[in-house]
């Protein structure tokens, strides 16, 4: 059974899940319509994950014999400057994931809780390559400054960017 203060917190990575993924909706809208689908390709993936981030928490809420309860999602941002200060927000929203996630943990560890900190392993180590691809793309952006056409070869790229469902929804 899932003690009370390890289902409440994960009750609220499930709802800062769920804004991660309405912010990486809009920014894939706003860079539909600023005429790079690449990039709003790369969002709308990005928005896929964070929700199957939030069932697998949701899954495993259940399992423990907990109770989900979804909570309202604040208003995100809805425009950028650059793909370059989107992929900024991006960085740094991801940074505070992994924050709220090792805050989990440690109260995982505090509780003596081994299934939660297993389940979380998966989710410490998903947050290493989010970064880890957030800063490869920044730095992508930053070597092509404001050349065109290195802005249309990076939006080519994340254009073949696909869906793939994570290991842990299977489980």
């Not at 003596?112 to 992508?140: G, H, M, P, S």
Request: proline share 2%.
């Amino acid at each position: 059974m899932l003690n009370n203060k390890i289902q409440d917190a994960i009750n609220a990575q499930i709802n800062a899940e769920f804004y991660s993924a309405y912010l990486y909706l809009s920014m894939s809208a706003h860079f539909e319509s600023a005429g790079l689908p690449g990039i709003a390709n790369w969002f709308r993936v990005q928005f896929q994950e964070e929700q199957a981030h939030a069932t697998i928490f949701m899954n495993y809420v259940h399992q423990r014999g907990g109770r989900v309860t979804l909570a309202a999602i604040d208003a995100v941002p809805t425009s950028w400057e650059s793909a370059a200060e989107a992929f900024k927000d991006t960085l740094e929203h991801e940074q505070k994931v992994t924050a709220l996630i090792n805050g989990i943990y440690a109260l995982a560890i505090e509780e003596n809780d081994y299934a939660t900190r297993d389940r979380l392993n998966w989710f410490v180590n998903e947050q290493v390559e989010e970064e880890d691809n957030c800063r490869q793309l920044i730095d992508k952006l930053a070597l092509v400054g404001d050349n065109g056409m290195g802005l249309y070869m990076i939006d080519r790229e994340l254009a073949t960017r696909t869906y793939v469902a994570p290991s842990a929804l299977a489980e």
